[in-house]
């Protein structure tokens, strides 16, 4: 009897399960895919908005400029239908700011 059933059923079932293994993967693919765009995406905003922030806002205190830089990059994230935490914006944004002031020395240090 269960030979007869693995006879006939046999390849349905395994047809079955990789199809289901296969959607798995590829569902779990598309996510990783999907959080790397949006780690990258998130990375780019944050680097262009600190810069212009730079360049507009001379004048305005650092923490105006924060302001600025964290309105700026909640609107453009919004606007491509990524969200992003306050302590991403404010890690990114830290990160960014070690990089110009690597840039800095590293300019002074060359002349």
């Known amino acids: 009897m269960?030979?007869?059933?693995?006879?006939?059923?046999?390849?349905?079932?395994?047809?079955?399960?990789?199809?289901?293994?296969?959607?798995?993967?590829?569902a779990w693919i598309g996510k990783m895919y999907k959080a790397k765009v949006n780690d990258e995406t998130k990375r780019k905003i944050v680097k262009t908005v600190c810069k212009a922030v730079e360049q507009i806002y001379k004048d305005m205190s650092g923490a105006e400029k924060y302001e600025k830089a964290v309105e700026s990059i909640v609107a453009m994230l919004n606007d491509k239908g990524i969200t992003i935490t306050d302590i991403e914006i404010k890690m990114l944004i830290e990160e960014v700011c070690a990089d110009f002031t690597h840039a800095v020395k590293d300019a002074i240090t060359q002349e």
């Open 2 to 26: 269960w030979n007869e059933f693995i006879a006939t059923y046999g390849v349905q079932i395994i047809f079955t399960l990789l199809s289901a293994a296969a959607t798995a993967l590829a």
